[in-house]
């Protein structure tokens, strides 16, 4: 178990996934929020039963897993619905998260989340890395990536927090605005220099 915890953060198609898979490769464990709340609701947990039992059947794809854009328009307009969900996966996630960050065996873990700047969750992190790139290429990368229309990642981008406050929270930024060299770069030294916190963190 390590008790240096990196959090890393962006906004949509920033880089956080191309950032994380690279530190991993160095070795780093990475608890990632996303994969987490799919983890709470897969196929044969509680979580997924209450869901269905309270929403309705209608949740439950033919393969098993939750319909999760559906959802999304469940308690899109339903402030009741979003605070009942969220006070059923919010313990979850967070025991889940707690477990998972407890369980890294390497110096220090990295926790990447989309929202550790908007849900001020930042606290149990010693270090706040964000990967930054101008919106314009935010909206290009995840339009390519996911076959999005333009005014749907511009919808998202704007429900996230803003450029300025991510900055203003990050103790750390990969620009990510160049190729993959550029970021490797930047990652392997990020890397030594967490490394190093890591251990002198750990010093008498
Ligand atoms: P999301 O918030 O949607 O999960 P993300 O922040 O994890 O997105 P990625 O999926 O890592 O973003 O990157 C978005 C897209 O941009 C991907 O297709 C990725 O391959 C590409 N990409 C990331 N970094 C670069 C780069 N430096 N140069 C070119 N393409 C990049």
């Not at 609701?41 to 997924?48: K, Y």
């Not at 001020?120 to 930054?132: S, T, W, Y």
Request: charged content about 20%.
């Amino acid at each position: 178990m390590s008790n240096f915890i990196v959090g890393l953060t962006g906004g949509i198609g920033s880089g956080k996934t191309a950032v994380s898979n690279r530190f991993a490769k160095l070795g780093v464990g990475i608890v990632d929020a996303d994969v987490i709340a799919r983890e709470v609701v897969e196929p044969g947990t509680d979580a997924l039963a209450k869901i269905a039992a309270h929403f309705g059947q209608h949740l439950i794809q033919s393969d098993g897993q939750l319909d999760r854009a559906a959802l999304r328009q469940t308690i899109f307009s339903d402030a009741d619905a979003k605070q009942w969900l969220e006070s059923l996966l919010h313990p979850l996630i967070a025991n889940e998260t707690a477990r998972q960050l407890a369980a890294v065996q390497s110096s220090y873990a990295i926790y990447v989340s989309p929202l550790l700047v908007e849900g001020n969750q930042q606290g149990f992190c010693q270090r706040l890395v964000v990967v930054d790139v101008p919106e314009s290429v935010q909206l290009e990368r995840t339009m390519k990536r996911d076959s999005n229309e333009q005014a749907q990642v511009e919808r998202i981008i704007a429900s996230q927090a803003s450029r300025e406050a991510r900055l203003a929270a990050a103790s750390d930024v990969i620009d990510n605005n160049a190729g993959f060299a550029e970021l490797d770069k930047q990652i392997s030294q990020l890397h030594q220099q967490f490394l190093d916190l890591a251990r002198n963190s750990k010093a008498p």
